[in-house]
């Protein structure tokens, strides 16, 4: 059928608002109406080429809609549910079965290959394949195809233009402090960079009782946002070096830490904000990704330190994604304050406000 898309033809370039045309779903997958998509750094960085995807290629990746159609083999849905949409994964390896979906061995194929495991394209464009598939979705679209396995029910009343970040960002955000450090009640965190993944953390720690939460963040309407969601402590990187300012507020440095902006030296200023058997969660993608981290080797091995990369917040979305939904209702994960919704034909708008820092979480919505 024909259907409405994003497409960016090469590394770049604007997005352009165009009809394409989307496939009958195969067994096992799913036909999604999106309600809304969120806008995630991972869209950005293949854009501008810093993580691999074919083009021309339809990306999007935080979607969140209602079933329209299903395939044969498809039991988990039925059309008319509502759905959040997350990442694929193979669901038959030793990861998928130990509940670590984001370390299924064809993670990258199955994200970043650009269409199904058999070569083909759902989403073609006067007869030629698009890249597809991105995040086992491809969501920036009036709709999408996605797996069976990677759609994830949720209630009929719950908010669904809002929810498509829980896929991605949220979760791994949150899901860092819940799931990857499960960060104790009483203990301290530094959080570096108060983007949506950041603050999703902030909103995870203050739920979980983290008595010190340290937020780094250049602009300052985000510092505020830090503190009204949690955050104890906001710091701006222009006032010193970032292990003196956490120092002077956590003299034997943080249990904790979470960086976001995978940049080098900012890294090395964490570790030194570190104390005795720390960890460190490294989220942040780089925009060079073949970037290295020098260590101080000794000092790391003196105090206990571990360094930890994090996919998706070690989180199984079919479990986690509710327990998000739960937080929400209670009032302890607030995503409408992340949240500015855009009309989805303003998408190239709504990233350059991104970019500027005027707006925090971008939602696209019909």
Do not use: W
Not at 92 to 121: E, H, M
Not at 160 to 177: I, N
Not at 274 to 295: D, H, I, K, W, Y
């Amino acid at each position: 059928m024909d259907i409405t898309a994003a497409v960016i033809s090469e590394i770049g370039a604007d997005f352009t608002i165009e009809t394409v045309q989307l496939a009958e779903p195969a067994a096992d997958e799913v036909v999604v109406a999106i309600a809304g998509v969120g806008l995630c750094h991972t869209d950005l960085a293949v854009r501008h080429g810093h993580l691999p995807f074919p083009f021309p290629a339809v990306l999007g990746h935080e979607g969140s809609g209602t079933v329209t159609a299903i395939g044969h083999a498809v039991t988990k849905v039925a059309p008319g549910d509502k759905v959040v949409l997350s990442f694929n994964s193979c669901g038959i390896c030793p990861q998928c079965k130990d509940d670590a979906p984001g370390y299924c061995p064809s993670f990258a194929p199955l994200n970043f290959g650009g269409g199904r495991v058999d070569g083909t394209s759902p989403i073609t464009r006067d007869g030629a394949p698009l890249g597809s598939e991105f995040f086992g979705q491809s969501s920036f679209a009036s709709h999408a195809i996605a797996r069976e396995r990677n759609v994830v029910k949720v209630a009929d009343d719950a908010p669904l233009e809002l929810l498509g970040p829980l896929g991605c960002g949220v979760q791994t955000g949150a899901g860092s402090v819940l799931n990857s450090l499960d960060c104790q009640p009483g203990s301290s965190l530094l959080v570096v960079g108060g983007g949506a993944v950041g603050l999703s953390a902030v909103m995870a720690a203050a739920a979980r009782g983290v008595e010190t939460v340290i937020v780094l963040e250049t602009y300052e309407i985000r510092r505020q946002l830090a503190l009204e969601l949690g955050a104890t402590h906001v710091l701006d990187p222009a006032d010193g070096p970032l292990s003196e300012q956490v120092r002077a507020i956590v003299p034997a440095g943080v249990n904790y830490a979470i960086d976001t902006v995978a940049i080098a030296d900012v890294l090395g200023e964490v570790v030194l904000s570190m104390t005795q058997r720390g960890t460190v969660v490294l989220l942040g993608v780089p925009s060079n990704p073949e970037a290295t981290l020098p260590l101080p080797l000794l000092y790391c091995q003196g105090l206990g330190l571990r360094i930890i990369g994090v996919v998706e917040g070690d989180s199984n979305p079919d479990t986690f994604i509710p327990e998000l939904l739960e937080m929400h209702r209670r009032g302890q994960l607030p995503l409408e304050k992340l949240i500015t919704t855009f009309p989805f034909e303003q998408l190239n708008e709504a990233i350059a406000q991104q970019h500027r820092g005027d707006v925090l979480k971008v939602v696209l919505t019909p």
